[in-house]
């Protein structure tokens, strides 16, 4: 893997490295304060659909939206506004703004905690992309989706869906509703595995949580050397380790809230990928593989996604009635700390020439990257692909009259079905599964994926026994909820 900002050019036996055109941009490094971006394909992969393949069933975990600080953070920006503001100081160079600066929220009752616009369109434009992208919904019909609870995962659904319906004339007809979000129980501890937020279901995840200790070591190793630079352009005010790091939150929050970049200019490069890495080792460390509950957590939602692809789109029609018919394109919303479980569960972004993450030096050739998955929006997709061959570029597709052609059908009518495949994309870049990519577009046959999922099930381990809940009433090792018929008042519907 190379940096993003490189492209590398083989030209006859010599190899030229090219700087590419892109500046850095700190709002791709700003770990789970970046609002969406699409990943860059790290292992030269296409995210295009391979050809010769449609997409007939996938899975979406995915993060909330861009949204307002939590009110603990927002009372970091109010202190750093009052420390710029009761003091009087000269500022110059790039700090020259900060005598004029306002923290972003003037609706104080209704910003801290929720969407914010940006948010909102992040969630619109994917419901777009995916219809586009899937063709899955055909018009008129309607589309569930499941949310955790809490009121900015609930909104990201909302305005999915929105984006997802939007088609037709139905925005002046609210009653002819199409869209519903079934509300899942959100950081209760009696639904064990069977929600998008598991991991407040089992008591024993903590334990191994190390993130935060973790991270804040590795930041008090870089923060006093940023104060020390930027104070040089004060005098008579005096810049601290922890105002650095409310100083850097606030390049991502502020580009989502209100556009203004100011704080991203202030730090240099390698000031940013210090940053960056002190996220990752929180996620890491906290949620992600180096968390040795991690893969437990994450695991039930993998083998519930996986048992509905071997099933196909139809198997919930196999069971008899009372149950819950999941549409081919499942989507989960739900927050930050609940996609590196996934990852986990699956064995990705933790290969053992970078993994375990060092707590005090960066690889910068490391999979694991916060920025690339928890960014706002971020998710995680499982996609089924059934593949035919493809037709040669120099074969004529051929039509017989009054039968729909299909993309395999050559001249001799060899339609050779190459057969189904898993692939995995974040944040819309396709990552292999390791020891799993010989179908197109480096995506891992059906079968094989079910070895893979074998294998991992042991590593995760079982949910119940691992979060120490054997004897616990009603405890589930299982993600039960995408084919069960919830409580009508769990189910809210989006008049559109
Ligand atoms: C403002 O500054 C004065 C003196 O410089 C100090 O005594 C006071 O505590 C400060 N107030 C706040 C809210 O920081
Ligand atoms: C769509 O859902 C609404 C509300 O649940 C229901 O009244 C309507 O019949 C459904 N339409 C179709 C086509 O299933
Ligand atoms: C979690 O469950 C235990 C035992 O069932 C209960 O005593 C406790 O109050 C619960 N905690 C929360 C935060 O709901
Ligand atoms: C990640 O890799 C480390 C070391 O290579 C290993 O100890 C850990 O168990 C792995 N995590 C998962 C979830 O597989
Ligand atoms: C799935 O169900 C639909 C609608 O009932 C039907 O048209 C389709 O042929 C079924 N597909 C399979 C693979 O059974
Ligand atoms: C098409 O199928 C027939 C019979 O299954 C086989 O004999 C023939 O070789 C195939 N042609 C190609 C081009 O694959």
Redesign the pocket.
Known sequence: MFPASFKWLFVSSFVVRVVSQTPFDPLQHSGPASPYFDAPSREGISSNTPSGCTVDQAAYILRHGSRYPEPGSFQGWQTLFTKFQNATYTARGPLRFIPSWTPPIDDEPHQPLFLSSTGAKEAFELGVELRNLYGFTKG???FTVWAAAQQRVFDTASYFLRGYLSQGNYLNNPQ???G?IISLPDSVNDTFANSLTPSSSCPTYNAGNTGSITSDLFRSTYQDGIARRLNKFLVGLTLTASDIGIMQDLCGFSAEINGDTRFCDIFEEEEWLDYEYAHDLNYYYGSGPGNPLSATTGFPWVQEIARLFVGGPNISQVDKSGNLIPPPLIMGFTHDNNLPPVLSALGLWNTSATSPLSLTTPNSRRSFRSSYVVAFRGYIALEKLTCERELLSDEPAVHTSNVLGSLGSGNDHNETQLGSFVRVRVDKAPVTIPGCNSGPGSSCPIDDFMTHLERRGVIAGDFVERCGLQGVKDATSLVTFLTTQPPPNS?Q?VGI
């Open positions: 008129g019909d309607n002819l509703n199409r519903s189910i519907l």
